[in-house]
Nanobody, 126 residues
Framework: QVRLVESGGGVVQTGGSLRLSCATSGSTFSRYAMGWFRQAPGKEREFVALITWSSGYTLYTDSVKGRFTISRDNAKNTVYLQMNSLKPEDTAVYYC???????????????????WGQGTQVTVSS
């Protein structure tokens, strides 16, 4: 069983920065593709960013390109999301997720990710 635990959320003013972390258990973390998703009140969960197992490829939703950076440290079994120039519309619960078939595919579909963290709240005040 893979366990994911997010941290780093909080309240920040518009234009501020936060760094989310997602610590994972399990010896096969390095083989998983990892994604970040978010869900705002009253909205569906949406894709934010993903990174392949080797860190050789990253993908972002258009609304965060140039502001957010996803990275991973396979030695620490941890994936990060650096969020800069935050906007009120970035307010949401942020989830990290693991795709154990990430060696062979790249997907932004939330239902393709088997393992999820409990989420961390990010609130950006105007």
């Amino acid at each position: 069983q893979v366990r994911l635990v997010e941290s780093g959320g909080g309240v920040v003013q518009t234009g501020g920065s936060l760094r989310l972390s997602c610590a994972t258990s399990g010896s096969t973390f390095s083989r998983y593709a990892m994604g970040w998703f978010r869900q705002a009140p009253g909205k569906e969960r949406e894709f934010v960013a993903l990174i392949t197992w080797s860190s050789g490829y990253t993908l972002y939703t258009d609304s965060v390109k140039g502001r957010f950076t996803i990275s991973r440290d396979n030695a620490k079994n941890t994936v990060y999301l650096q969020m800069n120039s935050l906007k009120p519309e970035d307010t949401a619960v942020y989830y990290c997720a693991a795709d154990p078939r990430g060696l062979t595919r790249i997907t932004t579909a939330s239902w393709e990710y088997d393992y999820w963290g409990q989420g961390t709240q990010v609130t950006v005040s105007s």
